[in-house]
């Protein structure tokens, strides 16, 4: 038997946007098992609840993530909304599935170029995130900010976006499905990609169910599990059917992500269509009381907004089960028996979003 | 499996050119509704202390016995809460991003009263 060695993986790697530490257990060059330790940039952001006005807390909720923001913000407002039993516009829900699918493609789309990047293939990293620049832009025109967007408010939405800008976004789908396309190809096709996921990283389907797999990591290996299958907003009406794959490997989780971003395009087409016309905000009097679990499906998986409240203004508790928690028991199951040089693929495809995970 | 999949767009992207754009030399995309920057119109303003009571960031203090709103643009997040509760509307926020610094902006705005005409001191009414 070969001597074992530990080898630091982060909190500062190239391929880690965020700091998660690993330490990898080797002999020779294969892991052989990897202990993960979080903490880095816990941020207190639960605490705060008890000092902000819920209302006001909105705006903390978005800002738990840099990446999938809207969702945060949205589910926060869904958590409120059912505890004050408060009936939101239908039009409102409309627009949140709209901004939310926009959110899950510029999301799916920095993660592809991200994971591009941890195979050292440059270029095919800098078009990804080309393409994503067009998904900003459309967020940017309709709410004011692009990864920030602020739109969300207890009761609705703040701000509409009219016909004429609905019709341009709609003008704008062949174009981005022409580009989708394209990316997918690559990343289909290409003999680097191939070499550098196919096989590796495997996550069996009834290890990812044992474990706790959420989002793109549990559908890589063949469940067809999806929040938004549940019909939350405005999802009951929208058609819609979730993306499987069972290779179980990396490349699984990379094509699930990938064909993702053409669920999601289909959804903001079918939303567009049938957006009803009405108002954007329910006024809300008075302050929560009672206790709600929040579902909702982020672009790396189900996340679990809890908030509980007594009739003040400051809510008592709020409580965020992010999809990267889930899937860090599932990463090191991964991880061990794999190659040195495959860890940072290995740990990019579980989407690891640490900021959201500590908050 | 195939070697120069990528080949077409690569030579596409040479002779199209750089999509990004030199910023800060060239001036950044905005939109009508870009969140750049927020001002106070300080003339209408009541100093009713509800953008501080209200701001998430606690990025705006209000002294109505002095007179003055002071806003530090370092810590602001420009998340607009404060304009949903400017109950004379005197809040609002510009489409253009601020340049770049190294140094904290703190932005004092001191309000006009019956005798003396309005005044600014450091940064003026930029906000």
Redesign the interface.
């Known amino acids: 038997m070969s001597r074992q060695i530990v080898v630091p993986f982060g909190p500062q790697h190239p391929v880690l946007p965020e700091p998660i530490h690993l330490d990898l257990v080797l002999e020779d060059e294969r892991v052989v098992e990897a202990i993960p330790s979080i903490g880095y940039i816990h941020r207190g952001l639960e605490k705060l609840v008890e000092k902000?006005?819920f209302k006001?807390?909105v705006?903390?909720s978005e800002?738990i993530c840099g990446i999938c923001s809207f969702i945060h913000g949205a589910t926060y407002c869904q958590s409120v909304e059912k505890i004050m039993g408060v009936e939101i516009p239908r039009r409102a829900e409309f627009l949140r599935a709209i901004w939310s699918e926009h959110s899950r493609m510029h999301s799916h789309l920095l993660w592809l170029g991200c994971f591009a990047d941890s195979m050292g293939y440059e270029?095919?990293f800098m078009?990804c995130w080309?393409v994503r620049?067009k998904i900003l832009?459309v967020m940017?025109?309709?709410?004011?900010?692009r990864i920030?967007q602020?739109v969300n408010r207890v009761g609705g939405v703040?701000?509409d976006i009219d016909a004429e800008e609905l019709k341009r976004i709609a003008s704008g789908i062949p174009g981005l499905r022409a580009d989708f396309t394209?990316l997918t190809?690559?990343f289909d096709?290409?003999?680097t990609v191939?070499?550098r996921t196919k096989g590796i990283g495997m996550l069996p389907r009834d290890k990812a169910w044992d474990l706790g797999a959420v989002g793109p990591v549990l559908r890589g290996s063949g469940h067809a599990v999806d929040t938004r299958c549940t019909g939350y907003g405005a999802y009951d009406e929208l058609d819609f059917k979730p993306v499987v794959r069972n290779e179980s490997d990396c490349y699984a989780r990379c094509m699930v992500r990938a064909e993702e971003l053409f669920t999601s395009l289909d959804l903001v087409e079918n939303a567009i269509d049938r957006i009803p016309a009405g108002d954007i905000l329910t006024k809300v009097r008075g302050n929560p009381t009672g206790e709600f679990h929040a579902r909702a499906e982020q672009p790396r998986g189900e996340v679990i907004h809890y908030v509980k409240a007594n009739g003040k203004k400051n809510l008592v508790r709020h409580r965020v089960r992010t999809p990267t928690l889930a899937n860090i028991p599932p990463l090191v199951h991964m991880l061990a028996g794999c190659e040195l040089a495959d860890v940072p693929v290995i740990v990019l495809t579980i989407d690891p979003c640490i900021g959201c995970m500590e908050r | 499996m195939k070697i120069g999949v990528m080949a077409i767009t690569v030579l596409k992207n040479l002779v199209k050119g750089p999509d990004t754009i030199r910023y800060p030399s060239q001036p950044a995309k905005v939109t009508e509704a870009t969140r750049g920057h927020l001002v106070n119109h300080i003339e209408d303003c009541t100093f009713c202390s509800l953008c501080q009571m209200h701001c998430p960031a606690d990025a705006i203090k209000v002294s109505r016995p002095d007179r003055t709103w002071t806003l530090n643009q370092f810590q602001c997040v420009i998340c607009g809460c404060c304009m949903s509760y400017c109950p004379k509307d005197c809040l609002l926020i510009e489409q253009t991003y601020l340049p770049p610094t190294t140094e904290e902006i703190i932005v004092t705005l001191i309000g006009p009263d019956e005798e003396k005409p309005e005044e600014q001191r450091n940064g003026g009414n930029r906000g």
């Open positions: 902000r006005d006001d807390y705006f903390i800002r270029n095919l078009n080309k620049e832009d940017e025109r309709t709410t004011g900010g920030i602020g703040s701000r394209e190809r690559i096709e290409d003999l191939q070499t």
